[in-house]
Nanobody, 117 residues
């Protein structure tokens, strides 16, 4: 049973850093699949932010790469997202998901992040 669980602050202030954690159980992040961060903003569709492969290589969307980093802790089987210099436009539900080829087969339930002063 593969489970992904996002965690982190629900409220951050403009210009600050957003840090989120995805804890994975039932599968090893070092094998077979890639692991992605995706968000959905109010009134908008899903936005792929980036992926880290089973070998640890990150791939970032051109829309986010200037202020985003994705990393992992293999000993804890966790994924991390860091988004710098946030604005209210970064308010969204943030998801981690397992990527196999061109589709995602497992998703976390998502965590709401609001950027506001």
């Amino acid at each position: 049973q593969v489970r992904l669980q996002e965690s982190g602050p629900g409220l951050v202030k403009p210009s600050q850093m957003l840090s989120l954690t995805c804890t994975v159980s039932g599968a090893l992040i070092t094998k077979t699949y890639a692991w992605s961060w995706i968000r959905q903003s109010p009134g908008k569709g899903l936005e792929w932010m980036g992926t880290i492969n089973w070998d640890g290589d990150p791939f970032l969307s051109l829309s986010f790469e200037s202020r985003t980093s994705i990393s992992r802790d293999t000993s804890k089987n966790q994924l991390f997202l860091q988004l710098n210099s946030v604005t209210p436009e970064d308010t969204a539900v943030y998801y981690c998901a397992r990527a196999g080829g061109m589709m995602y087969d497992y998703w976390g339930q998502g965590t709401q992040v609001t950027v506001s002063s």
